[in-house]
């Protein structure tokens, strides 16, 4: 549904540097009628103002609060790398012990083709093993919201699998699964798994009374209040549960390769890890060990996104950030 | 348009003993007898408690007597789609998906109703029209003000063009300007459509304001304590909020209202 031209603008447009080069001309012009005329007065008497946007007061781009949430947390790291190396340096380290930033960026340049490898194994676990999540999540959620006597009987057994280490329980899943990547799968799907069930039944079962109330007069079936009221009224809950289950699912796929070990079966980064230990590679371990993160951050600003596209316009847990 | 209700009138609503106990004992409405004619703007007034929500949203089927009848076009209210009468509830929070802009939010009874889009597209603007909200089709319930979501509230009634339109202090959460606007053009509204209505408000100056016809109820337990006609001809507008004849009626229901408050804390004989 396309929105109409009057309706207000979702959100005020950012007083960026588009925003002032495309204002300019306006300001030569004494600015449009649109402009109330005191913020006019105000910036004909100063001196030439460089914007005169949607916004009156033009917010410098350092200061910009989309630009620090980026900034910020970026300067803490290049603190870090350059306090790192300069310790590594400094102290004369062992690479054995502690290698240097710049020696691992170069253990992930000339290690690049194997590191590589293993990641595509890890992610490929991972994302298996989340879609997998996601889809028996969802519909193990639906089928607890069919009636309270389901769920009753079928919820403690989603907590007994919830809570029992996967470390305890792979051994049994990589015996008795014959494939080894689907062995793995299994696994992680296991650790992610929870979180979707819980997050989306609760979504599916916190639908505003009234609105319920309103379909019921309005005698809709079943699977229209399923559809129109239910499902969309979960998806805040539902993009949560998300969020945490990706990380799961990396930290499952990860697990999962260490138990099935050093057979050889599945080459991941974890398996990169134990190998880098065994041969004392330290660089290697540690430029593996980034790889697993960044695909954990990766896999987080994924599902932020996923979520900010499908409730941005109307969730409060996105709107109210602005 | 005529307040009385001769006894051979046809009657859009008629609540025959009709009373609300829960299982546990509470008596949230002892029996109430109530004709409604069509075109008729019955206001159902009285403090937190008087049971006048429960009376409302047993007339729309939300909630079942626990003993007694209620009849809409002389058939039970279940059975309200075999008169071909059409009923719409509005609700005391605008209720809106959030999710929907004001056209979807609009659409959805006729969109449960299975109503072709074309059909449903135009029907939804002439109400959005109706109340004014035209050139906001497109925002979502967030982008409006509270006055603004009440009228997509009252739009989404209004779509399924409906003979009987029951609401529950449905400004109750407004700021006085606002909802003195509302009224004025909800009566408005009412005049053009020739609508029956049941309003369930706790300002007296707003049923007076508003009805052919307040019925005064009083809490603990839930009773009707009163009718009374308002006579004042229609238009209403401002000149009548302050005619003496506006304080007369407000004067009356404040005194019934104190009648039936001091009542309550008499013992038990208030009890059947």
Redesign the interface.
């Known amino acids: 549904m396309s929105a109409s031209p009057a309706a207000p603008a979702v959100r005020p447009p950012m007083p960026g540097l588009g925003t002032a080069s495309r204002a300019a001309p306006a300001a030569a012009q004494q600015a449009t009628p649109r402009e109330p005329a005191i913020a006019q007065a105000t910036k004909a008497g100063t001196a030439p103002a460089p914007a005169t946007g949607p916004s009156p007061r033009p917010v410098p781009w350092a200061r910009q609060p989309r630009v620090q949430r980026v900034m910020y947390p970026l300067l803490v790291g290049v603190v870090v790398l350059v306090l790192w190396q300069a310790l590594v340096t400094g102290f004369d380290l062992p690479p054995y012990l502690v290698p240097s930033p710049l020696l691992m960026a170069k253990t992930l340049v000339t290690d690049f083709a194997p590191l590589m490898l293993s990641l595509w194994v890890t992610v490929k676990i991972t994302v298996l093993a989340f879609v997998v999540a996601v889809v028996v999540g969802v519909a193990v959620s639906f089928l607890f919201v069919q009636s309270k006597g389901i769920e009753m009987a079928l919820f403690p057994y989603a907590v007994l699998l919830q809570v029992t280490p996967i470390v305890a329980v792979a051994p049994l899943i990589i015996i008795w699964v014959k494939d080894p990547v689907a062995s793995m799968v299994i696994c992680a799907a296991l650790v992610a798994l929870f979180p979707i069930i819980s997050n989306t039944t609760l979504g599916l079962r916190s639908v505003d009374p009234d609105l319920q109330a309103y379909f019921k007069l309005n005698h809709a079936t079943r699977w229209q209040t399923l559809v129109r009221l239910r499902v969309p009224s979960a998806l805040p809950y539902f993009f949560g549960g998300l969020r945490i289950s990706s990380g799961l699912a990396l930290i499952g796929a990860v697990v999962a390769e260490f138990v099935a070990g050093t057979g050889g079966t599945g080459a991941g980064l974890a398996y990169q890890i134990l190998q880098s230990g065994f041969q004392l590679n330290i660089p290697r371990m540690f430029a593996a060990l980034l790889l697993i993160s960044l695909t954990g951050v990766a896999l987080f600003v994924l599902m932020a996104w996923a979520t900010r596209r499908a409730l941005g316009s109307w969730h409060a847990s996105e709107t109210s950030s602005d | 348009m005529s307040a009385a209700t001769p006894a051979h009138a046809e009657s859009a609503v008629d609540i025959l003993s009709a009373e609300k106990t829960y299982p546990d004992g509470t008596q949230a409405l002892l029996p109430v007898d109530l004709r409604i004619a069509p075109g008729e703007f019955v206001t159902l007034l009285g403090p937190s408690g008087c049971g006048k929500s429960t009376l409302l949203k047993m007339v ?3 909630l079942e007597p626990s003993d007694g009848r209620l009849l809409l076009w002389r058939k039970p209210v279940a059975q309200l789609a075999e008169t071909g009468k059409k ?1 719409a ?1 509005v ?3 605008p ?1 809106l ?5 004001v ?2 939010n609009v659409r ?2 006729l ?3 299975g109503v072709p889009r074309a059909e449903a597209d135009g029907r939804v603007a002439d109400a959005l029209a109706l109340v004014g909200l035209s ?9 409006l003000s509270g006055g603004m979501q009440m009228r997509v509230s009252i739009a989404r009634g209004l779509v399924v063009q409906p003979d009987l339109l029951l609401m529950d202090e449905p400004f109750g959460a407004l700021d006085e300007i606002t909802r003195h606007k509302l009224d004025a053009e909800l009566l408005d509204l009412w005049q053009k459509k020739g609508l029956t209505v049941i309003f369930v408000t706790h300002s007296i100056h707003e049923a007076v304001f508003l009805s052919t016809r307040v019925v005064m109820m009083a809490a603990r337990p839930g009773r009707v304590v009163e009718e009374l006609h308002i006579d004042a001809p229609y238009p209403r507008g401002d000149d009548f909020m302050v005619s003496t004849e506006f304080a007369g009626y407000a004067r009356q229901l404040q005194d019934s209202l104190l009648r039936a408050s001091a009542t309550q804390f008499a013992p038990e004989e208030v009890q059947p």
Not at chain 2, 97 to 101: F, G, H, I, L, S
Not at chain 2, 136 to 142: E, T
Request: hydrophobic letters at 55%.
């Open positions: 729309a089927g939300l009923m509830f609700f005391q929070a209720t998906m959030p999710w929907a802009t056209q979807a959805l009874p969109d449960l109703a050139r906001f089709a497109g925002a979502l319930p967030r982008q």
